[in-house]
């Protein structure tokens, strides 16, 4: 298989939403529909591997019986189905169990190099694959390993060079996946890492440079799959598939359907970075693509949101730039309108941002309303704005077949409407000791926990027809913690204003901008954090 061209899509399913095998064998159908004849699917430990009992347990793991029934699907439909595992780092969920975190854990969420469990544990996750898939294909991982040799690994063999360490880990994988007649590529920022000291996916970085010593010392027998994300200049895309093709390896580009900012897609900015990324990859002739979903801190979004992108991405990796071109495939393949599932995008895009990296409606649906941590990036247009979203999603749900998504992002956007200012709202009324303006904001507190149950409800919905149920359970206490706080604050505004108490102790605290400007000087730019623990309070989680 290694002379085919491939060109894929990556579904992350290791953030607690693991996808039906229903669901992705109709991603799959669709993806065929838009010219794709690979799809990946990430699972750090949400896989069954034979003799390891607590490995993924509880996690919704795939079955191997669920995994050849979607491997027999994709193959019907002339699609490539590649397990995408971890045999380094990315485990972080296996080490709950004593079983793994007593015999195999370094520290952090990497794998414990040279210790005999580590490798029982890799052999079995390759003895279930090899007789899973149909291809003989393996992502091996091996990505973003920072803290390699740095816990457990230090105090029984003392510290060594990282990339001395990774190397010979790396080696005593491929001896395995060898066995099982398997062919790895592996993630390749961890080998420029330690060897140049440079990220390559640094977006204004030097193009990394790997000394020739330890560049002989990289095997050959695995392919590297250089992902890059946040790139405007071809060149730079370019420049760096060059440095990749001078190791000698086989060469594999991963960009970014972006999919991980929150409760909604960023098609747009993932067609600003992956265009001139798929014009690099056909000029530099790239055979092996992909498109990767990943779903960090939880996986709000879903993947079918992305859709408009990964029709586009194709199209232009075809050499196929004409928009027009791209709505008719689109519509043909889903049967619905392209403008109407890139509006999806709009409740991380307004207040005039552009499609940067934002997550506005995660961070604001999220951000602690007497605690202020994002209120001086509040624009006063936003809340009409997210009124107008609404209307327009409701409009859109009348005629598609993907009606709970509009209906979902309609209940986002009514919630956002009255929570996205209301901590701004209420400090500068307790501020000017404006009673009118407090009592208003007391009733705006009930409107918002009428309007997030709702949410929650739309949410609900969303996940339990595209996704197994585990994990979802992190969503309900994330929400059911929001819902509480939003009645504690009103319950306090209400003691306030009926004189039980004299101050409300974070409402008397000065705000400083979120982005360190000064108050004369709020520059009026939504906040960046898509981690609900560093968005819900400036305290420690």
């Not at 064998?25 to 794709?36: T, V």
């Not at 080998?191 to 560049?215: H, K, M, V, W, Y």
């Not at 197994?468 to 929001?482: A, D, M, N, S």
Request: charged letters at 25%.
């Amino acid at each position: 298989m290694r002379d085919k061209k491939r060109f894929g899509a990556m579904l992350d399913m290791s953030r607690n939403a693991v996808m039906k095998p229903e669901q992705v064998k109709k991603y799959a159908r669709i993806l065929s529909g838009f010219g794709y004849n690979t799809l990946l699917l990430y699972t750090e430990d949400t896989y069954e591997v034979k003799n390891e009992p607590y490995f993924g347990l509880m996690r919704g793991r795939y079955t191997q019986a669920e995994l050849r029934d979607i491997d027999g699907y994709c193959t019907s439909l002339g699609i490539e189905l590649i397990p995408c595992i971890q045999t380094l780092a990315h485990l972080e969920s296996i080490f709950v169990w004593a079983v793994y975190h007593d015999h195999a854990h370094d520290t952090a969420d990497v794998l414990l190099a040279d210790a005999k469990r580590t490798y029982v544990l890799i052999e079995n996750m390759f003895a279930t694959i090899s007789e899973t898939f149909t291809s003989k294909t393996v992502h091996i991982g091996m990505d973003e390993a920072f803290m390699l040799g740095l816990g457990e690994f230090k105090r029984r063999y003392g510290e060594q060079d990282a990339f001395e360490v990774f190397n010979r880990h790396l080696y005593k994988v491929l001896s395995l996946a060898e066995k099982y007649g398997l062919n790895p590529i592996m993630w390749s920022d961890m080998i420029f890492r330690l060897t140049s000291g440079e990220d390559f996916g640094t977006l204004n970085g030097q193009t990394p440079e790997i000394p020739q010593e330890q560049a002989k010392q990289i095997p050959q027998n695995v392919g590297l799959v250089y992902w890059d994300y946040y790139r405007k200049e071809e060149g730079g895309y370019a420049e760096r598939i060059r440095n990749h093709r001078a190791l000698g390896n086989e060469v594999w580009f991963a960009g970014g359907a972006l999919s991980w900012f929150g409760f909604s897609s960023a098609n747009a900015a993932t067609l600003t970075y992956m265009a001139p990324a798929m014009r690099a990859c056909r000029k530099q002739q790239v055979d092996n693509v992909m498109l990767t979903l990943w779903g960090d801190n939880g996986k709000e979004c879903s993947y079918y949101a992305l859709l408009p992108s990964l029709c586009a991405v194709k199209c232009i990796y075809d050499g196929e730039e004409r928009e027009s071109v791209w709505k008719e495939k689109f519509l043909k393949v889903m049967g619905e309108s392209f403008d109407d599932f890139m509006a999806l995008d709009i409740p991380n895009f307004v207040g005039g941002n552009d499609y940067a990296l934002l997550n506005m409606g995660k961070a604001m649906f999220y951000a602690d309303p007497f605690l202020g941590y994002f209120d001086t990036t509040v624009v006063e247009s936003v809340p009409e704005e997210y009124a107008q979203a609404a209307k327009k999603y409701r409009l859109a749900a009348q005629s598609s077949g993907y009606a709970y998504l509009f209906e979902y992002l309609a209940a986002l956007c009514d919630f956002l409407n009255v929570k996205y200012d209301l901590g701004w709202r209420t400090y500068l009324a307790y501020q000017a000791k404006n009673r009118e303006a407090l009592v208003k904001a007391t009733a705006d507190y009930q409107t918002a926990l009428d309007r997030l149950d709702a949410f929650f409800d739309r949410f609900r919905k969303v996940w339990f027809t595209e996704n197994k149920p585990h994990g979802f359970e992190v969503q309900e206490q994330r929400i059911g913690g929001l819902m509480l706080r939003l009645k504690s604050c009103k319950r306090r505004l209400n003691e306030y204003l009926n004189s039980e108490i004299d101050t409300i102790p974070e409402l008397e605290e000065k705000r400083l901008d979120y982005y360190g400007n000064e108050e004369r000087e709020f520059v009026k730019k939504a906040p960046w954090s898509y981690h609900w623990s560093r968005t819900v309070t400036p305290n420690v989680m």
